[in-house]
């Protein structure tokens, strides 16, 4: 690395090496979001290994900001039993884009739209006695059944019948001569963390509630309960088939939780140096002049912000990478750019590659770590990646 020249405010603001120069393509954003899609493999495989069951892939949200095409495609390709959505016009969108593999709509149905589930071969999340006719309603004026999954509420009070008064609610579901019912489930609230007292009581009250299909000598159907956290801490909420959404993806859920299984992250957000200068003592960065250099220092730009859906509460918090060396954001986060400040004896040249999430040399800055200064948890972050950002797909070509 070339020592760091004098420090002049007078400096001009261009490039230190505008010579440098390379053409890029038109719609060549610097920024760009890379997903590694033999870290999805390596964690879908050491996922399966841990939980020797069979698994539902949770793409929800843009595949939690990794792109929901790609990488159901991916997991498709890697054999994975079954994928998880949480809206009817995700799962339908898979569909279109020759996914094949079954697929679980998680949220709430809004009755009105219980036709599509069916039209489009999607599992449906049957919450209520009162969606199972709707459901029942819609299978039969198409002529075709509708498979659902009973969505059991063991403590979340979100959504699905109370454990406690599930009874009539599984008699129904299981007569009705248009619902198969494939599934039944429950949702863990706080299996993120491993110290936490209500999984155990959730998975009592999930148990409690299927050995109904026992009492009523109905064939048992699929049980699934645990999301990454249950995936990661709690084994006997394993069962018939586990969801994880973010432990795919190779991040952990929360501070709290335990790497029990060895995850890579699949994505990388990486940015571009587009401008550098020096910034004299005392002048404020930014808007709102919230933040100005003690000494005269070298600031560089980046050009991406919270219009891409990275965070404004990382204002002054929080640092990228640049030449292997972590450095601060100084200043208010832009809608379209930030500035770092690399001090006195930093360097960076026009077009270097700054990680904002990602490794680059030995050092490294994870999701988990953007999260906590974020003062937010790891999903949003991650979901929050707007399509703003292009995304790049890399590795993947071997299957099975
Ligand atoms: C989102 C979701 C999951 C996956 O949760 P993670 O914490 O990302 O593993 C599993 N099940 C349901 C019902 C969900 O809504």
């Not at 009817?88 to 219980?114: D, K, S």
């Not at 299927?210 to 699929?222: N, Q, S, T, V, Y």
């Not at 003592?281 to 250099?293: C, D, I």
Request: aromatic share 6%; charged share 20%; hydrophobic share 40%.
């Amino acid at each position: 690395m070339p020592a760091a020249p004098p420090l002049d405010p007078r400096e001009p603001h261009i490039a230190l090496d505008a010579l440098r120069h390379r053409h890029a393509e038109a719609g060549d954003r610097p920024t760009r979001i890379r997903v590694d899609l033999d870290a999805l493999t390596h964690n879908l495989r050491a996922l399966r290994a841990h939980t020797g069951v069979p698994t539902m892939g949770i793409v929800k949200a843009n595949a939690y900001g990794h792109g929901l095409v790609p990488v159901a495609l991916h997991l498709q390709a890697q054999g994975i039993e079954q994928l998880g959505v949480a809206f009817v016009e995700e799962g339908i969108a898979l569909r279109q884009a020759g996914v094949t593999v079954p697929i679980l709509v998680l949220g709430g149905i809004f009755g009105p739209q219980a036709a599509q589930f069916i039209a489009h071969d999607l599992e449906i999340t049957v919450s209520s006695l009162s969606k199972l006719r709707q459901v029942e309603a819609a299978a039969e004026s198409l002529g075709r059944k509708a498979t659902v999954h009973l969505k059991i509420d063991t403590g979340m009070e979100r959504i699905g019948v109370h454990s406690y008064s599930a009874g009539p609610f599984i008699e129904a579901a299981v007569a009705s001569p248009w619902c198969e019912v494939k599934g039944v489930y429950s949702h863990l609230a706080s299996a993120d963390d491993p110290e936490s007292p209500m999984t155990a009581q959730q998975l009592q009250r999930f148990l409690d509630a299927c050995a109904h299909f026992e009492r009523i000598g109905a064939p048992m159907p699929l049980r699934h309960l645990a999301n990454s956290g249950g995936v990661l801490h709690f084994p006997q909420t394993h069962l018939d088939m586990v969801r994880p959404g973010i432990a795919l993806y190779g991040v952990l859920p929360d501070p709290a939780s335990r790497p029990t299984v060895d995850l890579r992250p699949a994505l990388s957000l990486v940015s571009q140096v587009v401008y550098f200068k020096v910034v004299e003592a005392g002048h404020p960065v930014s808007y709102g002049a919230t933040w100005a250099p003690s000494q005269n220092t070298r600031v560089v730009t980046l050009p991406i912000g919270y219009g891409d859906g990275y965070p404004r509460s990382l204002s002054s918090r929080g640092a990228v990478l640049i030449r292997g060396r972590r450095y601060p954001i100084v200043g208010r986060i832009c809608m379209d750019q930030f500035m770092v400040d690399i001090g006195a004896d930093g360097t960076a040249y026009n077009e270097d590659e700054a990680v904002l999430i990602g490794a680059q040399g030995d050092a490294r800055i994870r999701c988990e770590d953007v999260a906590l200064d974020a003062g937010t948890i790891p999903y949003e972050i991650l979901v929050g990646l707007n399509d703003r950002i292009p995304r790049e797909y890399r590795g993947g070509a071997r299957t099975g």
